[in-house]
């Protein structure tokens, strides 16, 4: 078995177990630290595949944004909130069944799907040049082809802001 | 087990905690958590198919889905905050007559 391999089963447990913490763990910021830790192992598993724009995107935008705004909400609200401390509501059990039937199904149809070889998709891409996840290569197709798009996430980020300061304002005046 | 395989395994099973997470635990904040792990289970799909077929459209969709998230957090913590200003408790209980 290559270190490669040995890597990427290191990465996809380190990643389940983050999951796995993340249900059992009682206070808020605990399971922000594990849904972290599943973050990370989840950038080393598209490094290790070469997808080394992503995983630059997961590290910088999930756990460097998202996270750390999240574990700051949650040193601002958690000081006398003890709500955490019943971890579960009352629909476990069909919950854990339904999550379980979907689990099942899911993995089911994966195992029994054929995977087609690189070999053989080759011929269907002949048109264009194999395309590599390097960033000299995806900021090319990214400027050159996407540039509409990634205008428009900006107008997207915009109204994203607009959106949470009015909901601000409308809290604060229904309150006073 | 091929490669594809087990990351498309780890993208269900990243999923369906996350699923699990958002039914069961009572706190918002936690629940919001475990929809991000919910999506970070898609988003490794996306990117083993992208990878496999070596698609760098599939690339630049994962980074607007990025975009997206972060977006959703945005809009997402203000209204967690206004509710616990509203009843100071995070536990999603408390909310009940939200319902239909």
């Known amino acids: ?58 590290v910088l935008i999930y756990v460097g944004a998202v996270m750390v ?7 601002l609200l958690d000081v006398r909130d003890p709500s955490f401390l019943e971890r579960y509501g ?13 689990a099942v199904a899911l993995s089911a149809a994966v195992s029994r ?10 011929p269907r891409h002949a048109d264009r040049a194999a395309a590599t996840f390097e960033v000299q290569p995806f900021s090319v197709e990214f400027i050159e ?15 994203a802001v607009v959106a949470a300061i009015a909901v601000i304002k409308a809290g604060r005046r229904h309150d006073g | 087990m091929d490669r594809t395989q087990l990351l498309l395994t780890l993208s269900i099973a990243l999923f369906c905690l996350g699923l699990v997470g958002v039914m069961i635990r009572r706190n918002a904040l936690v629940m919001l958590m475990c929809m991000e792990l919910m999506l970070n289970g898609v988003i490794l799909s996306l990117v083993t198919f992208a990878e496999r077929t070596a ?36 536990d999603v209980g408390a909310y009940s007559e939200l319902k239909g």
């Open chain 2, 55 to 90: 698609t760098l459209s599939g690339a630049v969709l994962v980074f607007l889905v990025f975009v997206v998230a972060a977006a959703e957090i945005a809009i997402a913590i203000p209204i967690v905050l206004l509710l616990s200003r509203q009843r100071h408790t995070l």
């Open chain 1, 69 to 75: 705004f999240m574990v700051y909400v949650i040193m």
């Open chain 1, 145 to 159: 082809r996407y540039w509409l798009h990634f205008e428009l996430t900006s107008v997207l980020l915009l109204a």
């Open chain 1, 1 to 58: 078995m290559s270190l490669e391999t040995l890597l990427l089963y290191f990465f996809a447990a380190a990643a389940l177990a983050g999951g796995v913490l993340m249900l059992i763990a009682r206070h808020p910021m605990r399971v922000a630290l594990a849904l972290i830790s599943s973050m990370l192992s989840l950038a080393g598993i598209y490094a290790l595949l070469g997808v080394h724009v992503i995983a630059v995107f997961q």
């Open chain 1, 90 to 102: 009352r629909a476990m059990v069909p919950s854990v069944a339904i999550a379980a039937v979907l």
């Open chain 1, 113 to 122: 799907g054929k995977m087609i070889t690189a070999a053989e998709l080759a």
